[in-house]
C-alpha cells in the first residue's frame, strides 16, 4: 500500500455531481470553471497537479526499487491519469481530451512496456476487466459527453 496512489481528494466537493456542487458551492463552481479542470484545487482537496506530483515521486522509487523488473500498480481514475500525463510527456488540452472521450472502466486495466530508448510505451489503455461498467456522471445540461 501506497498512499501516494489514493484517488484524487476532492475536499469539500467529495460525493457531489456538477449540479450539486453548482448548487452547494456555487463559488467553487465558477473557480473551477475560470482555473479549468487540471488546475482546480477544491477547498480541502487537490487539483490534477498536486497528483501528478504525487506520482512523479512514485515512478522516482519505482524507478529506484525496482528497475528492469515488472511493477503491477492498481489504483483509481486521476491517477492512472496522471501517470499518463507524466509517462508520455502529454500537455493538459490532451490528456484532458482523452479524459473526456475515453473514460476509464471501473476494473480496467491499462498497460506499458520499455522502449528502445529506456522511455515506455502505451500498450493498452482502458482495456475492461469482465463486465463491470464505466462509472460516469451524465453532462450537464448545455455539455458535451
Given at each position: ?5 489514493r484517488?484524487?481528494?476532492?475536499g469539500?466537493?467529495d460525493?457531489f455531481?456538477r449540479k450539486?456542487?453548482e448548487a452547494?458551492?456555487?463559488?467553487e ?9 487540471f488546475?482546480h484545487r ?9 497528483v ?7 515512478l522516482a522509487?519505482?524507478r ?5 523488473e515488472?511493477?503491477?500498480v492498481?489504483s483509481h ?7 499518463r ?7 493538459e488540452p490532451?490528456?484532458?481530451?482523452i479524459?473526456?472521450?475515453q ?9 506499458y ?5 529506456g522511455?515506455?510505451d502505451l500498450?493498452r489503455?482502458a482495456?475492461?476487466v469482465g463486465d463491470?461498467?464505466t462509472?460516469?456522471e451524465?453532462?450537464?445540461?448545455g455539455?458535451?459527453?
Amino acid at each position: 500500500m501506497d498512499e501516494r496512489l489514493r484517488e484524487r481528494d476532492l475536499g469539500v466537493m467529495d460525493g457531489f455531481t456538477r449540479k450539486g456542487i453548482e448548487a452547494q458551492f456555487p463559488e467553487e463552481a465558477e473557480r473551477r470553471t475560470r482555473l479549468g479542470k487540471f488546475y482546480h484545487r477544491p477547498a480541502g482537496g487537490e487539483s490534477w497537479c498536486d497528483v501528478a506530483l504525487r506520482i512523479r515521486s512514485v515512478l522516482a522509487d519505482i524507478r529506484a526499487e525496482y528497475d528492469g523488473e515488472n511493477v503491477w500498480v492498481f489504483s483509481h481514475q486521476a491517477t492512472i491519469m496522471s501517470f499518463r500525463y507524466v509517462l508520455e510527456s502529454l500537455d493538459e488540452p490532451t490528456l484532458l481530451t482523452i479524459d473526456a472521450e475515453q473514460p476509464l472502466p471501473n476494473c480496467s486495466m491499462t498497460s506499458y512496456e520499455p522502449d528502445d530508448d529506456g522511455g515506455l510505451d502505451l500498450i493498452r489503455y482502458a482495456a475492461a476487466v469482465g463486465d463491470a461498467p464505466t462509472t460516469r456522471e451524465p453532462p450537464a445540461d448545455g455539455e458535451g459527453a
